[in-house]
């Protein structure tokens, strides 16, 4: 996704049992890693964390690059604090 010098990533959830670039379950947000514009040189990080959170309660075991970007949006926290209250 995105256009050139722009990427944008989904975040989803997949079977291993398929291909990497087949089909997923689910999308559970986006990664800009470059900004909307030049002007504004952030990453944009959108995750539903609710899903995210019900995908890892099911299981799901996120990349090392997807469990940064659950940390950062705060997805893992609160996995991790519902996991721990059990």
């Given amino acids: 996704m ?19 670039s087949g089909a997923f379950l689910e999308i559970v947000g ?6 909307l514009s030049s002007a504004e040189p952030d990453t944009i ?3 539903d964390n ?12 996120p990349t090392e690059r997807v469990a940064k970007l659950l940390k950062a949006s705060g997805a ?4 991790e604090a519902a996991k721990a209250a059990k």
Avoid: E, H, N
């Fill in 76 to 79: 893992l926290d609160s996995f």
């Fill in 30 to 35: 986006t990664y800009q890693p470059r900004g």
């Fill in 45 to 47: 990080i959108s995750i």
């Fill in 2 to 20: 995105g256009k050139k010098k722009q990427p944008t990533y989904r975040v989803v959830a997949a079977d291993a049992r398929r291909a990497r």
């Fill in 50 to 61: 609710d899903k995210a959170v019900a995908w890892l309660r099911q299981g799901a075991q």
